[in-house]
């Protein structure tokens, strides 16, 4: 199975300043057709996963330009770009380019 | 709007059965995969398994092997996850999620299932 591992697992944060999590993959994620199946999810508290970034680094409908994904083969990067309290709460990577599907621990963002 | 209810959760006695049922709707389900993910309370994310838009094709987890079916109803917009022989391990809110090709778009609010005796 991929492995997948997150740091921080947990990102105090300032209102309005920048937050970064990295995610690494045991393996390339790298998919036979070419693609790789990256994603990245947020859990609100009490609320179920939302996506937020598919395929690394492209945004889904309705996310928020401050969110950004990056990377390529094994190593991956969410990036916020100015936190706002309504991002609080746990990002996950996901790989879905081998079965089974994985995901990371996890990382709690919070406010200082 | 996509929409994905789960149902079906609930109580039951280590060893039982029980079946966990998602309605579709907003989206033309019969031309996506499904998934079952489940988070444990207060733990992270465990992909369950998937089948494909026809329901030709499904893959489980090994934890859950032999277990579980996953089954859909393309005409009813039913994706279905039968649990057999539920250890307390399984424990955990059961969500569906839609998913195009490689990525977990779209997901449903959960259902709790907690095996207890």
């Known amino acids: 199975d991929i492995v997948m591992t997150q740091t921080p697992l947990s990102s105090p944060v300032t209102l309005g300043q920048p937050a970064s999590i990295s995610c690494r993959s045991s393996?390339?994620?790298?998919?036979?057709?070419?693609?790789?199946?990256l994603s990245w999810l947020q859990q609100r508290p009490g609320q179920p996963p939302r996506l937020l970034i598919y395929?690394?680094?492209n945004r889904f409908s309705g996310v928020p330009d401050r969110f950004s994904g990056s990377g390529a083969g094994t190593d991956f990067t969410l990036k916020i770009s100015r936190v706002e309290a309504e991002d609080v709460g746990v990002y996950y990577c996901?790989?879905?380019?081998?079965?089974?599907?994985?995901f990371g621990q996890g990382t709690k963002l919070e406010i200082k | 709007e996509v929409q994905l209810l789960e149902s079906g959760g609930g109580l039951i006695q280590p060893g039982g059965s029980l079946r966990l049922s998602c309605a579709a709707s907003?989206?033309?389900?019969?031309?996506?995969?499904m998934n079952w993910v489940r988070q444990a309370p207060g733990k992270g994310l465990e992909w369950v398994s998937v089948?494909?838009?026809?329901?030709?094709?499904?893959v489980y987890a090994d934890s859950v092997k032999g277990r579980f079916t996953i089954s859909r109803d393309n005409s009813k917009n039913l994706l279905y996850l039968q649990m057999n022989s539920l250890r307390a391990e399984d424990t955990a809110v059961y969500y569906c999620?839609?998913?195009?090709?490689?990525?977990?778009?779209?997901w449903g609010q959960g259902t709790l299932v907690t095996v207890s005796s």
């Open positions: 089948i494909t838009k026809s329901g030709g094709s499904t």
């Open positions: 395929k690394i680094s």
């Open positions: 393996q390339s994620l790298v998919h036979s057709d070419g693609n790789t199946y």
């Open positions: 999620a839609k998913e195009p090709a490689g990525t977990l778009e779209s």
């Open positions: 996901t790989q879905a380019s081998q079965f089974p599907y994985t």
């Open positions: 907003g989206f033309t389900f019969s031309n996506y995969a």
